[in-house]
């Protein structure tokens, strides 16, 4: 099993959004991230 961490880049600054992701689902209207503890993050796109 692999996991990573999910940044957004503004610019020139990267902003952690989740540590341990496991999951990325593509959305309708953006992005859902699921950690390796079951935790989820909604990203609008």
Sequence with gaps: MCEAN??????????LVMEAVDT???????IRLVSI???QKFIDA
């Design 6 to 15: 999910a940044y957004l880049i503004e610019g020139n600054e990267k902003i």
């Design 37 to 39: 503890f079951g935790d």
């Design 24 to 30: 990325v689902e593509p959305e309708d209207d953006g």
